[in-house]
């Protein structure tokens, strides 16, 4: 990416016809290491999901532990915000 971001803001839509799905949450965090800046003070992703979105299996499902990092930065009782980071090339 010529200009990788330093911050994204997003809910990420996890309904198709009404029913769960997934697929557009795992796309964006398979190509967030793609999009984030990369260095010592990299970019961040805070990513808004009810809490019923299971972020971190999702993140496993499309492997993408190795290359992201994930933490619930704040959360409600209905609501998780996540801080998802890009992991440094020794660190994966």
Request: hydrophobic share 35%.
């Amino acid at each position: 990416t010529p200009n990788p971001c330093e911050l994204i803001l997003t809910t990420p839509p996890v309904h198709y016809n009404a029913k769960p799905d997934f697929r557009v949450l795992g796309h964006m965090l398979t190509e967030l290491p793609n999009v984030l800046k990369k260095e010592k003070k990299g970019g961040a992703c805070f990513c808004v999901c009810q809490r019923y979105v299971p972020l971190e299996s999702v993140a496993q499902y499309y492997q993408t532990t190795k290359t992201i990092d994930l933490k619930i930065h704040a959360k409600n009782d209905r609501f998780c915000v996540w801080k998802i980071v890009c992991k440094a090339k020794s660190d994966s």
